[in-house]
């Protein structure tokens, strides 16, 4: 199974958010996704979200700053092969430190406007709200 990170980090009112503008793969291309990548063999999420997050636009955090929101499996994902997302996020005013240090731009944008403004990866529009949420509804589907 493969295994990535997911990170969605807020300014600490949830004003803005930092997005990455994907040159790869070539299905993302050109949209905006949260920060992340592929875990690496022996690394755990939240040091692999510590790492992909300051490769990716030079901020260095800590693991206190993430939160393990959710997961997302694939039995079969866009590149085949069973795969796990680790999904987090951030609310803190580091992001204001936050640049392009790879080929791939980051942005800060609004939280209200980016969904209606910006290409963005099919899934934000429920993985952004989720983030933001407080608190956590779940129903249990009965027989």
């Given at each position: 199974?493969?295994?990535?990170v997911?990170?969605?980090a ?13 040159q790869?793969?070539d299905w ?20 692999a ?10 901020v260095?955090t ?5 939160d ?13 092969g ?14 204001d430190?936050c ?6 731009e ?6 209200d ?5 910006f290409?963005c ?20 589907l009965?027989?």
């Open positions: 199974m493969k295994l990535y997911l990170g969605f807020f300014s600490a009112n949830k004003k803005e958010i930092v997005l990455i503008e994907k790869k793969p993302q291309k050109g949209k905006l996704n949260g920060i992340g990548g592929k875990i690496e063999p022996n690394e755990v999420p939240y040091l979200m510590v790492r992909e997050f300051e490769e990716e636009t030079g260095k800590n693991i206190a700053d993430w393990l929101f959710g997961e997302m499996v694939f039995q079969t994902d866009i590149m085949g069973e795969a796990k997302i680790y999904l987090f996020r951030m609310f803190n005013d580091i992001i430190d640049v392009t240090k790879e080929e791939e980051v942005l800060r944008v609004n939280t406007t980016v969904l209606s403004v290409s990866m099919h899934n934000l529009p429920i993985l952004i709200p989720l983030a933001l949420s407080d608190e956590f509804g779940f129903t249990t009965k027989d």
